[in-house]
């Protein structure tokens, strides 16, 4: 996906894109992360088509995201919001059947189709014992898994999340990036994600967009783009970052 000098204006200085320029590697896990109001999800929100930008313009596979169909578009990239509003009555196995929307019309339906993908995607998101549990009786951290298993079930080539981590606990945290790792290594799905949390960001991603107000400060592998005085110039604060065995690079916050 090719991003090319994208403005999105608002009446106030945050969440705006001023001029923004970058390319989502296939294949990768790309993380955008900024302190609060600094655009990052508006970025994501421009590439999901769900925000459109003043000027500038995004293409996939040579093709303008404008060019593309709705059901054509959403065959290749499916987003998963922060926060999402609960149907009441569902259950988890007909919420992700929403997922094969886009391979449906009035006259056509691939039954067995559609059914092979969404038992996959429940097996994917370890939620086949669960398929028939109604969506209110479940735990934030499975409620974001039966979104992502939706996404899984659209068979879209690249997935969105807007801070997917954001209200759980550091168990369905590190559940979810995990789940997050295993469709990008397994899969090979394309992943574009919006974190908070900077040394998740480090571990769980290829590649690294650092944003602060409207515009990206630095971008590439997590060794190269997070380091002490990128840190202090974008966040304000001093860190000192450390290499261990088994938890990797990683940084420390010492204070402003």
């Keep these: 996906m090719d991003i090319q000098n994208i403005i999105v204006s608002h009446d106030n200085t945050r969440n705006h894109l001023d001029g923004v320029s970058t390319m989502i590697q296939k294949g990768k896990i790309t993380t955008i992360i900024g302190p609060n109001g600094c655009g990052k999800s508006t970025l994501l929100s421009v590439m999901s088509r769900n925000n459109m930008p003043k000027s500038g313009n995004v293409s996939l596979e040579n093709k303008d995201l404008l060019h593309y169909k709705s059901k054509e578009f ?137 944003m602060k107000t409207g515009q990206i400060v630095a971008e590439g592998a997590p060794r190269d783009v997070i380091t002490r005085e990128v840190i202090k110039e974008v966040y304000g604060v001093e860190a000192v970052f450390h290499e261990d065995k088994q938890l990797g690079f990683y940084m420390v916050p010492l204070g402003i």
């Design 74 to 210: 959403a065959k290749k990239l499916a987003i998963v919001y922060q926060q999402n509003e609960i149907p009441k009555d569902l259950t988890i196995e007909k919420l992700v059947g929403f997922g094969r929307l886009p391979y449906q019309t009035i006259l056509k339906r691939n039954q067995e189709e559609d059914a092979k993908a969404i038992e996959w995607a429940l097996a994917c998101t370890n939620l086949l014992e669960k398929r028939n549990t109604d969506l209110e009786a479940l735990s934030g951290g499975e409620r974001q898994r039966v979104w992502i298993a939706m996404a899984l079930a659209q068979q879209s080539e690249i997935l969105c999340l807007d801070e997917p981590t954001t209200y759980l606990d550091i168990f369905y945290q590190i559940e979810l990036l995990e789940l997050v790792k295993a469709l990008n290594k397994e899969h090979g799905f394309t992943i574009v994600m919006v974190l908070h949390d900077i040394n998740q960001a480090i571990r769980y991603s290829d590649y690294i967009i650092l």
